[in-house]
């Protein structure tokens, strides 16, 4: 079942805080002004509009620990026509995500620091 919302402002921010890290202009990559929640929001995954039939890759993926120390894989996808299509969280417990991170929160493997 769908679960659209208006977007939120820490979503934006992360967002854009993750195409600055790939040194990309978030100015061409505009975000829609509602999401569609995955699983209810339990984990923080969203879709963001893209064409979900035409996923063309991950464009960066980096690791939060939340606060109640389980590690987050939180990866930012896009389709083929290189609009954004997910931001995706993976709490690997599979448990509900309990505090969203901030920009500063996040870890990058060196290959994409």
Do not use: C
């Not at 984990?43 to 590690?71: F, H, K, R, W």
């Not at 954004?84 to 870890?107: A, G, H, T």
């Amino acid at each position: 079942m769908s679960n659209i919302r208006p977007i939120r402002q820490n979503e934006i921010d992360l967002i854009h805080f993750l195409l600055y890290k790939l040194n990309l202009n978030p100015n061409d990559y505009p975000i829609s002004e509602e999401v569609d929640e995955y699983e209810g929001g339990k984990m923080g995954s969203i879709s963001l509009g893209g064409n979900v039939d035409a996923y063309d890759g991950d464009l960066i993926q980096t690791e939060y620990i939340d606060s109640d120390g389980t590690p987050v894989v939180i990866t930012l996808t896009k389709d083929n026509q290189n609009h954004l299509l997910d931001l995706d969280f993976w709490k690997v417990d599979f448990s509900k995500l309990i505090d969203y991170p901030r920009p500063e929160q996040l870890i990058f493997s060196q290959k994409t620091a």
